[in-house]
């Protein structure tokens, strides 16, 4: 069963907290991508990463970070640095470098501040 | 300008009725464009995508691309009440290999 599977649904983060999002893909797929959704808003960019070992920042990166050691797997740390993280947060994978590409979502996480 | 557009709604529509979301987009290097439905606190989900000029048909859904005056548009037919959603456009340029989406169109399709 293909898809994006997603870690854990909600996440509670205390002030001054670091804490990391998971995201799974069994589609084979080389491109993956991390989207923060605000209520009624759109979605934008924070990182995405075309390579294993390789990543991009998008429109809003700053107070995140993440890594891809694996092509499963595109990880997303909230650091302290962000301000105001409470947010639903969404991974996508892709495939790369074909005009048709099409990106997938996973169910999301939802993040909240104690 | 954001390089996608739409209008943030509602749209509201009778059951039954054909409903008609729109969509601009600015960067005239995006190559296909993607329609997406996402039912509150869930995550956004395909419904059909496009590159091609000219209209293109999957069930109840027809998708409508103008290079030309940059738009693209998504008909729904026969609305039904499941149908009620926000529906994102989203546009893709392969040589950045990024997604660029618009905020979203509220759709409500009244019984």
């Known amino acids: 069963d293909g898809g994006i599977t997603q870690s854990p649904k909600y996440l509670f983060r205390k002030e001054g907290q670091n804490v990391t999002l998971s995201c799974e893909q069994n589609l084979n797929h080389d491109a993956m991508y991390w989207y923060r959704q605000d209520p009624g808003q759109g979605l934008r960019l924070i990182y995405y990463s075309q390579i294993v070992n390789d990543f991009q920042k998008g429109d809003i990166a700053e107070g995140y970070s993440v890594s891809r050691e694996k092509k499963e797997s595109f990880p997303l740390t909230v650091t302290s640095a962000q301000k105001n993280p409470t947010a639903f947060y969404l991974c996508a994978s892709s495939e790369v470098w074909a005009a048709t590409e099409t990106q997938y979502f996973g169910p999301g996480t939802r993040l909240l501040v104690l | 300008q954001k390089e996608v557009e739409q209008n943030s709604g509602p749209l509201s529509v009778p059951e039954g009725a054909i409903a008609s979301l729109n969509c601009t987009y600015s960067d005239r290097g995006s190559q296909s464009f993607f329609w997406y439905r996402q039912y509150s606190g869930k995550s956004p989900e395909l419904i059909m995508f496009?590159?091609?000029?000219g209209d293109k048909e999957d069930g109840r859904f027809t998708a409508q691309l103008n290079k030309a005056s940059q738009y693209v548009s998504l008909l729904i037919r026969d609305s039904q009440p499941s149908d009620s959603a926000t529906y994102l456009c989203a546009a893709f340029r392969s040589n950045f290999n990024k997604f660029y989406f618009g905020s979203g169109t509220k759709l409500n399709v009244k019984p």
């Open positions: 496009i590159y091609s000029n």
